[in-house]
C-alpha cells in the first residue's frame, strides 16, 4: 500500500492548484482519503476526506468554498483542487488513508500515509 502526492508548487495568492494522490497497491474507491497539511512551526492539520462508496465529502471550515475534493476511478487517484489560494494555505500537503474498505469520513484514524508536496503561496 503506497501513496503519492504530487502537484504543489509556488502560486500567488488568489491561484490555484491541483493536487494528486495517486496509489499503488490498493482501490482508492473502497477506502477513505483525507488532505492534510503541515505549515512551518504548526502541528498537522486535516483540510478535506472523501469516504469510500457514495464519496461523501469533509472540508475544514477554513477552505470550504475553496477547496474541492475528488476521485478519478479510472486513475485511481483523489485530486484536491485548491481555488483562492491564500498566504495561509501555504504548507506540505499529505494525502493519507485508513485502509479499512468501506469507511466514511472520519475515519477512526488514518493509517497510511504518503510522502508530502509543497504548496507555497506567495506574492
Known amino acids: 500500500v503506497q501513496l503519492q502526492a504530487s502537484g504543489g508548487g509556488l502560486v500567488q495568492p488568489g491561484g490555484s492548484l491541483r493536487l494528486s494522490c495517486a496509489a499503488s497497491g490498493f482501490t482508492l474507491d473502497y477506502y477513505v482519503i483525507g488532505w492534510f497539511r503541515q505549515a512551518p512551526g504548526k502541528e498537522r492539520e486535516g483540510v478535506s476526506c472523501?469516504?469510500?462508496?457514495?464519496?461523501?465529502?469533509y472540508y475544514a471550515d477554513s477552505v470550504k468554498g475553496r477547496f474541492a475534493i475528488s476521485r478519478d476511478t479510472a486513475k485511481n487517484a483523489v485530486y484536491l483542487q485548491m481555488n483562492s489560494l491564500k498566504p495561509e494555505d501555504t504548507g506540505v500537503y499529505y494525502c493519507?488513508?485508513?485502509?479499512?474498505?468501506?469507511?466514511?469520513?472520519?475515519?477512526?484514524?488514518?493509517?497510511?500515509w504518503g510522502q508530502g508536496t509543497q504548496v507555497t503561496v506567495s506574492s
Open positions: 472523501i469516504s469510500s462508496g457514495d464519496g461523501g465529502t
Open positions: 493519507a488513508t485508513d485502509r479499512v474498505v468501506g469507511s466514511t469520513c472520519p475515519p477512526i484514524e488514518f493509517t497510511s
